[in-house]
Nanobody, 127 residues
Framework: QLELVESGGGSVQPGGTLRLSCTTSRYSFNGYAIGWFRQAPGKEREAVACIDSDGTSMHIVDSVKGRFTISRDNVKNTVYLQMSNLKPEDTAVYYC????????????????????WGQGTQVTVSS
């Protein structure tokens, strides 16, 4: 059972930056595609970005493109979501998830492809 742990959330002002990290408490997620998702109060969960197992291919949704980047360090067993120029509408609980398949990026981070989920980390953007 792959257990994912997110960290790096917090409260920032509009225009601020945060870097979220996703790692595993045990085992390695080398070989897994990793996705970041978010859920705001009263809204459905939505994909933010995902990256394939070797970090060569990624998808970032239009609403955050140009502001968020996703990367991974398989030596450190960590996937990052770098968030810049944060806006109040980015406020949400952010989750990372892992997929053993090969099509997550091509399928634009379809959430039903992901098998393992973390508990989430809160990001609040407010002045």
């Amino acid at each position: 059972q792959l257990e994912l742990v997110e960290s790096g959330g917090g409260s920032v002002q509009p225009g601020g930056t945060l870097r979220l990290s996703c790692t595993t408490s045990r085992y390695s997620f080398n070989g897994y595609a990793i996705g970041w998702f978010r859920q705001a109060p009263g809204k459905e969960r939505e994909a933010v970005a995902c990256i394939d197992s070797d970090g060569t291919s990624m998808h970032i949704v239009d609403s955050v493109k140009g502001r968020f980047t996703i990367s991974r360090d398989n030596v450190k067993n960590t996937v990052y979501l770098q968030m810049s120029n944060l806006k109040p509408e980015d406020t949400a609980v952010y989750y990372c998830a892992a997929d053993m398949g090969l099509v997550a990026v091509q399928r634009q981070c379809l959430s039903t492809l992901f098998d393992y989920w973390g508990q989430g980390t809160q990001v609040t953007v407010s002045s």
